[in-house]
């Protein structure tokens, strides 16, 4: 059971990403998707959710309008399109799962987002 971050890497400032999250051993269906990022020295801050239920979005004021969160229940994935990137948006971003009915919860390992030219 697993959820593997992929997608990061180093873009200059205004270049976009698009980060994956894909589940392995478990499907995401009952699962609400977050997305989190923490930047060097920083704790770590949400970004983005999906529901579970209606693929309803949330998106953090300091990102709203450059993100787009996204599911695809049936490859198990959810992803993350990040546009307009600014160096402030460099962090190890995070795939989190929670169970909307249960007590499951998985986090990936990270991937590195680094934007500078």
């Known amino acids: 059971v697993q959820l593997v971050e992929s997608g990061g890497g180093l873009v200059q400032p205004g270049g976009s990403l698009r980060l994956s999250c894909a589940a392995s051993g478990f499907t995401l269906d009952d699962y609400a998707i977050a997305w989190f990022r923490q930047a060097p020295g920083k704790g770590r801050e949400g970004v983005s959710c999906i529901s579970a239920e209606d693929g309803r979005t949330i998106y953090a004021p300091s990102v709203k309008g450059r993100l787009v969160i996204s599911r695809d229940n049936a490859k198990n994935t959810v992803t993350l399109d990040i546009g307009s990137l600014k160096p402030e948006d460099t962090g190890v971003y995070y795939c989190?799962?929670?169970?909307?009915?249960?007590?499951?919860?998985?986090w990936g390992q990270g991937t590195q987002v680094t934007v500078s030219s």
């Open positions: 989190n799962a929670e169970e909307v009915v249960g007590p499951g919860m998985y």
